[in-house]
């Protein structure tokens, strides 16, 4: 075989351009997928703490379900689906969920739960879908990794969105921002 026709130079070089594609700062955007919601109902003055925690709570929960359902998740699994048809590619991602006290000058609260995609996570959720599609599968996998990290991220946020309770920074509006990013791993 010569050197241009050789498949598996092809397959590289298309590996190295969209690499380099997905790291430069143009293409930063299409990397994630973002979810935000916004609570303007305010608390009653005498709302309890599992009240108030609740509304948060529900305020993530929602911020998820938008993230979870964005058209750019479908755009992530499609560019990643490669991900379990070569045995040694991979992808890192973070699941981030950002809450912001809008009428308080508390700072936003931030958690961050990192995640990996490996191509056997691929070839189980091909076992649970029962379809070959690589998109199919690679959304499946990214869904399942966006709520395990937004649960893990939340649990780490928990002890600072009870100091902002004590605060009374929520009894304003709140906003709830939940990021998943996913990147090609070497």
Known sequence: MSYRTNPDRILEGIDRARN?????ARFHLDRQAMGKELDTDIPDVDATNPERIRRIFSTVERAYMKAAGRVELGKLAARFQAVGD???HHARGDVSVAIQ??????????????????????AEARKETKTS?????????????LR???????????????????????????????????????
Do not use: C, W
């Not at 308080?104 to 691929?122: K, L, N, Q, S, T």
């Not at 599609?133 to 990794?145: F, G, I, Q, T, W």
């Open 20 to 24: 380099r594609d997905a790291e430069s």
């Open 86 to 88: 070569i045995h040694h």
């Open 101 to 122: 006290y809008l009428d308080h000058d508390r700072p936003d609260d931030v958690g961050m739960a990192p995640f990996e995609i490996r191509p056997h996570d691929v």
């Open 133 to 145: 599609r690589p998109d199919v599968n690679a959304l499946k996998v990214l869904r399942k990794e």
């Open 148 to 186: 395990a990290g937004v649960l893990s991220a939340y649990q780490k946020l928990e002890p600072r969105i009870r100091d902002a309770l004590r605060e009374r920074a929520d009894m304003g509006h709140v906003q709830a921002q939940v990021t998943v990013d996913l990147r090609p791993a070497e």
